[in-house]
């Protein structure tokens, strides 16, 4: 069978499979998430708690690449067509990745983020598990991991991801005034927002406040 690949990060899949097509790009959710979430976020937000959460996932993948070479376990037979017979398969990293993700995110929204409605809240809750699942999938339909192995992976990161939460929001969340006041996060505009219930609506009524308020002068003027 002849193979083609998302040339992004070389993610091989059958020529003629559309099916493959779909889950190699799904494969690359994690690249996506990195670049598109979090360095778009902190180009505009600059928030602690998010820095804190993807200094986390970036931990979790190291400690995934330190397993990796602990247990040295192969990945299945298709990793001769797949040209991924050098590296090791247990556990996932794209499991672990995905795992810690959902988990910390979906712990930061039940717990930390105030929402206007229940349904919200059980959207963000409930968004990242459906994609945690087809990314978790596409590994093993593309023939980069077992079962056992995404399994594995899904199971490291779940648990890397709580006890980073535990970490981030019950013992570092009492330092993070005291990073806000430091001179380089001063200078880049590095805030925390954990003290304010409803951050959202927050920012919104002091946006329309601000607005008003410049409206106002410009009257005067």
């Given at each position: 069978m002849s193979l083609k690949a998302v040339t992004l990060t070389h993610?091989?899949?059958?020529?003629?499979?559309?099916?493959?097509?779909?889950?190699a790009w799904a494969s690359l959710l994690p690249v996506f998430i990195?670049?598109?979430?979090?360095?778009?976020?902190?180009?505009?937000?600059?928030?602690l708690q998010a820095m804190f959460f993807a200094l986390g996932l970036l931990?979790?993948?190291?400690?995934?690449?330190?397993?990796?070479?602990?247990?040295?376990?192969?990945?299945?037979?298709?990793?001769e067509a797949l040209e991924m017979c050098d590296s090791h398969g247990w556990p996932s990293s794209h499991s672990v990745y995905m795992a810690f993700f959902s988990i910390y995110l979906t712990l930061l929204a039940s717990r930390r983020l105030t929402f206007s409605t229940s349904l919200g809240k059980l959207f963000v809750v409930v968004?990242?598990?459906?994609?945690?699942?087809?990314?978790?999938?596409?590994?093993?339909?593309?023939?980069?991991?077992?079962?056992g192995q995404v399994i594995a992976g899904c199971i490291l990161g779940l648990i890397l991801g709580l006890v980073w939460f535990l970490i981030v929001n019950v013992v570092l969340v009492?330092?993070?005034?005291?990073?806000?006041?430091?001179?380089?996060?001063?200078?880049?505009?590095?805030?925390?927002?954990?003290?304010?219930?409803?951050v959202m609506l927050f920012e919104y009524q002091n946006c329309r406040a601000a607005r008003k308020s410049e409206e106002e002068t410009k009257k005067k003027g």
């Open positions: 993610v091989r899949y059958g020529a003629e499979d559309k099916l493959g097509l779909m889950f990195s670049l598109g979430g979090f360095v778009t976020h902190f180009i505009f937000r600059r928030e931990i979790a993948q190291f400690f995934s690449e330190f397993v990796k070479k602990s247990v040295k376990e192969s990945r299945p037979l298709t990793c968004l990242p598990w459906p994609f945690a699942v087809i990314v978790m999938y596409s590994r093993i339909y593309l023939g980069y991991h077992s079962l009492h330092t993070f005034p005291i990073l806000e006041e430091l001179p380089i996060c001063r200078y880049f505009y590095v805030r925390d927002s954990t003290h304010i219930p409803n």
